[in-house]
């Protein structure tokens, strides 16, 4: 939540805060501001709304200087306005501050230096550094946001500039992501990758406990101590183009598209041809150590939790261990019973979820080993865990998941399948039968991908509805749920996912000619039952809208609308089936008028609890 980008370099400062900024917005997008150095002197512009919104703003009230910081922001202390916008100034507004993160004792220290005399402007907890640096400089500002930081607790990723030394920015960071972004003679600092791509591809991730001085010269990077940290420099190897919306209206849209190629670039490498044998080498498991896993245990949130939920039952079904899956919140308070035998598998598109980043830690503390599942490389997550797999789906924008999603799906049915193989559950036969239908899902999902004119016309008939309900058995439950959360974000139409037979138990009672009942019902041993619940919708007046399997004719004498998507192994469908649901959701929302790419109230990445 929130995003903050730095620049200091040769040239203007503002092209790149402003566009660094556009990228970020998926981080949050209540208000936003920069600030900029010229001449000794601060420049400060923000407002509240978008990134638009401040440019608008910009026309009238430039910012000048080669140094600068911005910030777009997701409201957690203060409500959205201008006086809680970033940046934020000390009582001399000698300097700026902006940060991503939450301080958990400003209360108590916004008192303590209210009593030492600092006047306070905004409700948030950000204000807090903007003083407490002002109290501890003392002609270095390096050294002074390093005392600072000592004094607060909580997560960070911050930048300063300081009007008393004007050539250069300090940055910091704590529980937050921040990296540094090297050019030619220029450097950036950011929250995630996207916002320098264009710029740049050779980056260093700030670690906790990091404070960077940021100068024409370069820069350098110490603890909080003072003593220098050695950083690398890594090669991001996302094409830059990735990040951009490349002719779609929105960012949800051209992910979607993107699905056979992110996949195809998940399997690439991960699967021997001949032996069609599976392998993870970056995870370090021996077929030892496989063997000597009694139990999976996944753990995530939001959509990433209805990848863990598919998980749980792909790993019961190849390999035959107890699985389950864990809201990674509930997961790291409950005292969850694991051991060094337990494998926690967290499953994360930004690698920054902080419900899961402390599941992971939860999970390493009790001695499992936790590994994650993640698209985001060099994130928290990636590094906290034991091993890391990589998606491979490149940067995803929409704060809908989409890519992520199928994605990290591939990667659960590899896992499963691999230890399926390991564990001498799957024969030699059955495994090549699943690793080569898993290989023809990418063509597959184009072939979905042409149903994409169906789905706009159903969208066109239900997009006013106020409430449906989705509903599927087996592997079709995590997609009904999925289904579901991608229309909730992006229509706010109210939607529930249901387990098929669980309809009977209440949400029946809702059911009348106004509320549309998508059904995932495609081919495979419930098949019959799943007919049972679209006859018992249809006797209720209910609309139904299924999902099911090319070839299938019964359906279409039952359900008011279908989409087909090709035939596979049942236990691959969900792989095919959620594509549908995602464009429906999109339609939806684009007939809705709604904020696709940025729906209100959320943000891409959670780093909140
Ligand atoms: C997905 O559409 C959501 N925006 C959200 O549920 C997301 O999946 C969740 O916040 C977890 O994020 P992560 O995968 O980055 O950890």
């Known amino acids: 939540m929130c995003g903050i980008v730095g620049y200091i370099g040769p040239k203007a400062a503002l092209p790149f805060l402003v566009e660094g900024l556009k990228k970020l917005e998926y981080r949050g997008y209540d208000s936003a501001g920069v600030a900029t150095l010229e001449a000794g002197e601060l420049h400060v512009s923000k407002c509240v709304g978008k990134i638009a919104d401040l440019e608008t703003l910009l026309l009238t009230k430039p910012v000048p200087g080669s140094i ?22 000390d009582c001399k507004s000698e300097l700026v501050v902006v940060h991503n993160g939450i301080i958990e004792n400003f209360l108590e220290l916004r008192q303590e230096l209210q009593e030492r005399g600092h006047v306070f402007r905004s409700a948030t907890d950000t204000e807090v550094f903007a003083h407490l640096i002002e109290e501890n400089l003392q002609g270095d500002l390096l050294k002074a946001v390093q ?52 710029y740049t591809s050779r980056v260093t991730y700030l670690d906790n406990g990091d404070v960077a001085e940021l ?12 003593d220098p940290v050695i950083k690398e420099i890594s090669l991001i190897s996302w094409d830059p183009e990735s990040a951009e919306k490349g002719g779609y209206s929105h960012f949800m849209l051209k992910e979607i598209h993107e699905q056979p190629n992110a996949i195809r670039k998940t399997i690439e490498g991960r699967v021997r041809a001949e032996s069609h044998e599976i392998h993870f080498d970056e995870l370090n498991l021996s077929d030892a150590d496989i063997r000597g896993i009694n139990r999976v245990v996944f753990t995530a949130c939001g959509t990433s939790w209805h990848a863990g939920l598919i998980g749980e039952y792909l790993f019961e079904q190849y390999a035959r261990l107890p699985a389950e899956v864990e809201y990674a919140a509930e997961f790291r308070y409950r005292h969850p019973i694991i051991d060094d035998k337990t494998l926690v598998v967290a499953i ?41 797999v990589y998606t491979n789906a490149g940067p995803e924008i929409g704060v809908a998941s989409t890519k992520a999603f ?19 559950i799957l024969t030699e036969l059955e495994t090549a039968k699943l690793v080569n239908d898993l290989i023809e899902i990418p063509q597959k999902l184009e072939e979905t991908l042409l149903g994409e004119p169906i789905v706009e016309e ?11 309900l989705y509903l599927g058995r087996g592997k079709g439950f995590p997609i009904a749920l999925e289904g579901a959360l991608k229309l909730k974000e992006v229509s706010y139409i109210h939607a529930e996912g249901y387990p098929a037979a669980e309809m009977k138990h209440g949400p029946i009672a809702l059911i009348d000619k106004n509320m549309p ?11 019959d039952k799943i007919i049972g619940n679209v006859e018992e919708v249809k006797a209720r007046g209910g609309q139904v809208i299924a999902v099911a399997s090319k070839g299938d004719n019964l359906i279409a004498e039952r359900a008011d609308e279908v989409i087909y998507i ?44």
Request: aromatic share 6%; with cysteine; proline share 5%.
């Open 517 to 527: 009942v998508v059904v995932l019902a495609f081919a495979g041993r419930r098949y």
């Open 348 to 388: 994360t598109q930004s690698g920054e979820t902080a419900d899961t980043l402390g599941a992971v830690w939860e999970a390493k503390a009790q001695g499992a080993r936790a590994i994650a599942i993640c698209n985001v490389v060099g994130s928290t997550i990636a590094r906290e865990a034991d091993g890391v």
């Open 215 to 226: 100068t024409p010269e370069g820069s350098r990077v110490f603890n909080l101590a003072g």
């Open 406 to 424: 199928t994605t990290q799906l591939t990667i659960v049915y590899l896992l499963a399948i691999m230890f399926g193989q390991k564990r001498a």
């Open 147 to 198: 005392q600072a930081l000592k004094a607060v607790k909580g997560t960070y990723a911050l930048a300063v500039i300081s009007k008393k030394e004007p050539g250069k920015i300090i940055a910091a960071r704590s529980g937050s992501p921040l990296i540094i972004g090297h050019g030619e003679d220029e450097l950036f600092i950011a929250s995630d990758i996207p916002a320098i791509l264009k």
């Open 68 to 89: 600068g910081i911005g910030h777009t922001r997701w409201a957690t202390h203060g409500q959205p306005s201008h006086l809680n916008s970033h940046p934020h100034e």
């Open 566 to 609: 090709p035939q596979t192994t049942e236990s691959l469908s969900p792989l095919l089936a959620v594509v549908p649901l995602q464009l429906l959701a999109y339609y939806i929302a684009v007939k809705r008028g709604c904020h696709i790419d940025q729906p209100r109230n959320l943000a891409k990445s959670v780093t909140v609890e």
């Open 458 to 468: 159903i969208a066109e008939k239900i997009y006013g509805a106020t409430n449906s």
